[in-house]
């Protein structure tokens, strides 16, 4: 099965746009920038290299993406200004499939600069913004040469649909009402991905180099689980009501399976032991529950979601009907119980090995 092209967020900045519907990626992302800091300085102990080498992977477009890069210039100004190093000179590499909206992300970087160099007073030294298009289940960067590997919420997208995933009719993702087979397939497919991309960025990351991800996740063992779910299966049923207007054909939809999986805890202790590349430091979760407002809810979906269905099932007229079909049955269940999210954070440290 061939790699998947079409998984990059909605470009521009409509509503309907990435970039003005990910304020849930906004608030983890927050989160990460503790460890981000706390890695910064561990890397800081003696002073930062001539030339620092960060890079953001699976960057998206919009907002989030350059605040990352510009809370790692200001993290890196601080320390040296509290701890009398030399400023390094710092090279920012944002990464994402080519087909990622970088043209939005670019134009907003002027702005960036502009904010740095009239800031808080703290002395920042020259910064270089790159754009790195391609899948980082390959080698991006030469060999020993990252620092920090910054990501977040990207690493549950999969490099395919597995190839063993036999019949799961009626059902776009893991459900329960899919063969025992499915979550099995998904889960091997998670174990060679995830595996493949510590042992690339293995060869990239200095020895001593750290990562920081966050990746989407449960919090139980059990894939089938109606919580983590839940958005799947009322999204199969939208495209559901679909067909049963005449607007698609059940063959399109039995045929569409999504190229993401979310592990649970033990899943990604158990690779990252496994591989052997990188020692895990720091482990934490976090939930991120939607009470209400479906239509918040909807239009995050829809962002993320819509070029990967367009290219799938077609136009955005078909695209504007499937999500108001989706958006109220996200209200029906809005009204008998909540939709929760979990992620998992995590800090590794390549091993001098």
């Known amino acids: 099965m061939a790699e998947v092209k079409v998984v990059s967020m909605n470009s521009g900045d409509d509503e309907c746009s990435y970039a003005n519907n990910s304020k849930v990626q906004n608030t983890l992302v927050m989160k ?6 706390e890695t910064l300085m561990d890397l800081a102990t003696s002073g930062f290299p001539e030339c620092l080498k960060l890079v953001d992977l699976g960057c998206a477009s919009g907002p989030n993406t350059l605040l990352v890069v510009t809370e790692m210039v200001k993290i890196v100004g601080k320390i040296c200004q509290k701890k009398n190093f030399a400023v390094p000179e710092i090279e ?19 702005q ?9 007073g703290i002395k920042y030294g020259n910064f270089f913004v790159f754009g790195v298009p391609g899948s ?8 020993k040469s990252m620092h920090l590997v910054h990501s977040s919420c990207s690493l ?19 459900s329960k009402t899919s063969p025992p087979g499915v979550s099995e397939a998904y889960a091997e497919q998670y174990r060679t991905d995830f595996s493949k991309f ?9 020895p001593g180099g750290r990562m920081v991800l966050t990746l989407a996740a449960r919090s139980i063992s059990d894939p089938t689980s109606k919580e983590f779910c839940c958005k799947w299966e009322l999204l199969a049923k939208a495209l559901q009501d679909m067909s049963d207007e005449g607007l698609v054909q059940n063959e ?31 482990f934490e979760s976090h939930e991120l529950v939607w009470k ?25 007229s078909f695209m504007d009907k499937l999500f108001q079909r989706y958006e109220m049955h996200v209200a029906d269940h809005l009204s008998e119980e909540k939709i929760k999210s979990f992620y998992i954070l995590i800090s590794l440290t390549r091993k001098f090995v």
Request: proline share 6%.
């Open 32 to 37: 990460s920038l503790a460890y981000v800091e």
């Open 92 to 110: 920012l590499f944002l990464n994402d499939l080519p087909d990622n909206d970088f043209n939005t992300t670019f134009q907003m970087v002027p």
């Open 112 to 120: 960036i600069f502009s904010e740095l160099e009239n800031g808080e």
């Open 136 to 143: 980082f289940y390959r080698r991006l960067f030469p060999s």
């Open 156 to 174: 549950h997208w999969l490099s395919q649909v597995p190839e063993k995933l036999g019949n799961n009719k009626g059902n776009i993702y893991i």
């Open 198 to 206: 510590l042992r690339l960025r293995s060869e990239e990351v200095v």
């Open 252 to 282: 399109d939809i039995d045929s569409f399976n999504l190229p993401f999986y979310t592990p649970c805890a033990e899943e990604v202790k158990d690779i990252v032991q496994y591989e052997g590349s990188f020692s895990l430091d720091r």
């Open 292 to 316: 209400d407002n479906e239509n918040i809810f909807t239009k995050s979906v829809r962002a993320v979601m819509e070029p990967m269905l367009a290219n799938h099932f077609g136009t955005k």
